[in-house]
């Protein structure tokens, strides 16, 4: 019996721990399952008390547009009522100009924002999700005619001077062809001997144009000393003219090539610019110092473009691409600028409950290998 008494002493003396061993477990799960409802209560808080969300939203193809039944389609909808429906939310769609969507968040009219490019002027009095779509910046303009690619060449080359150049290369011509009309008149077997002084110098400057522009016939005509010397020293003035011509040519050409291409958001300063109002564009514009026409839709930009009221209308990318195929296919050129980076996502004002279900899901939705093709289904095939 007294073998027993340790054995019996170790067991009771280990019970106690081996019951806290069990409780910590629970304890964790148990708070792990408050956290859990506390998220979905706040999910919850705007349908438990039978308030409706009033969600923003604008036409703006392909994030947000109308089908023909007037009901509301494209990617930011088609991820959103997904979203809804997974957190049970009531909702409407408030449409409204993108250009008043912040004003309207703030005053309490809307209280979400469907589609909102990101911007740091707004980290104060808002939140924004995860992106759920990325973009570049772009200019949409019309195809360059002949006439008009003739036209910004001329602008080009007035610009740079070359004119003055064609200038200053014929005066010099007229003052080398009086001095060797001078100098070789007198000469009985010059080169220059008509008896007509107009004949004389029309033949000085034919020969001052030919040894300019060849090197001429220098070498075989009846030249003085000082004839050949000021021939040659015409020769070499000759060459650095030519060069200095041909390569204000190439330049200008070049630099009308490039203007007609746009790359950077710099190059619209050589255009008559428009932009869709209270887009991210039109900030991006502002910080360059780049004036444009503000549109209040997108539509609005595009007729404007084909009515030549503007010469270059600035979006984003998918949004120019999906207008473009549709609306306006061969009509106009989408010059993509990677420069510019535009990031969508949804909208509330700051420490609304909503806000950090809603962002689970939508990063829940956007890692999803599907996510790709859920927005080409909207906005076509994408080269970016």
């Known amino acids: 019996m007294r073998s027993f008494l340790p054995l019996l002493l170790t067991v009771l003396l280990c019970l106690p721990c081996a019951l806290m061993a069990q409780e910590v477990p629970q304890a964790t799960t148990n708070a792990v399952s408050a956290g859990e409802t506390v998220k979905a209560t706040n999910a919850a808080t705007l349908v438990d008390s039978g308030n409706v969300l009033q969600v923003g939203i604008a036409e703006r193809p392909p994030y947000s547009m109308k089908d023909e039944k007037g009901e ?13 429906k997974k957190l049970g939310i009531k909702f409407q769609y408030e449409e409204c100009l993108q250009s008043e969507m912040h004003q309207k ?60 150049i064609m200038l200053i290369m014929f005066v010099t011509m007229v003052l080398i062809s009086l001095i060797l009309v001078h100098f070789e008149g007198r000469q009985e077997d010059g080169h220059f001997i008509e008896s007509d002084p ?25 030249l003085s000393m000082i004839g050949r010397t000021i021939t040659f020293l015409w020769m070499l003035m000759g060459i650095l003219f030519i060069s200095l011509f041909t390569g204000t040519v190439v330049s200008s050409i070049t630099t009308a090539e490039l203007n007609s291409s746009l790359t950077r958001i710099e190059d619209l300063s050589h255009y008559r610019c428009g932009v869709f109002a209270g887009a991210k564009m039109e900030k991006v514009l502002l910080s360059k110092g780049i004036p444009a026409r503000r549109y209040p839709t997108l539509m609005e930009g595009f007729g404007a473009l084909q009515r030549g009221q503007i010469s270059a ?17 061969g009509q106009f050129k989408i010059c993509v600028m990677p420069t ?6 949804f909208a509330f004002r700051k420490n609304d409950p909503l806000f950090d279900p809603v962002n689970n899901e939508v990063i829940r939705s956007t890692l999803s290998t599907d996510w790709r093709s859920r927005i080409e289904h909207w906005s076509g095939p994408l080269d970016f």
């Open 198 to 222: 107009v004949k004389r110098f029309a033949s000085a400057l034919w020969f001052t144009a030919v040894t300019m522009t060849s090197v001429g016939y220098g070498d075989s005509a009846k």
């Open 72 to 84: 509301w389609r494209g990617i930011g909808p088609d991820l959103w009522e997904e979203i809804a």
């Open 313 to 329: 209308f600035a979006v984003d990318a998918i949004s120019a691409t999906t207008i473009v195929h549709q609306e306006y296919s």
């Open 340 to 345: 510019v980076q535009l990031l969508y996502s």
């Open 105 to 164: 968040l703030k005053s309490h009219e809307i209280d979400m924002i469907l589609v909102i490019g990101q911007s740091v002027d707004f980290l104060g009095a808002e939140d924004f999700t995860q992106p759920y779509v990325f973009s570049h910046g772009a200019a949409v303009i019309g195809f360059s005619s002949i006439t008009s690619t003739i036209e910004n060449i001329m602008t080009h080359l007035v610009q740079s001077g070359v004119f003055f």
